[in-house]
């Protein structure tokens, strides 16, 4: 049995399992995956609006 992690990418808002997410980003003790590079930029640029 294989155990699958879905998260919600806070960018796009799409859902994203942890193993095909473009990156698992910890910010302030909390996981995030973003499913694109581009994700990745906008998170970087102000994690406080999607956390
Ligand atoms: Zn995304």
Redesign the pocket.
Not at 11 to 14: A, D, L, P, Y
């Given at each position: 049995m294989r155990h699958q992690t879905i998260f919600r990418?806070p960018?796009?808002?799409?859902k994203?399992n942890k193993n095909k997410a473009?990156i698992i980003i910890t910010y302030q003790g909390r996981e995030y995956a973003?499913?694109?590079p581009?994700?990745q930029s906008e998170f970087e640029k102000a994690p406080e609006k999607y956390t």
């Open positions: 990418d960018v796009c808002g799409k994203v473009h973003l499913c694109c581009k994700c």
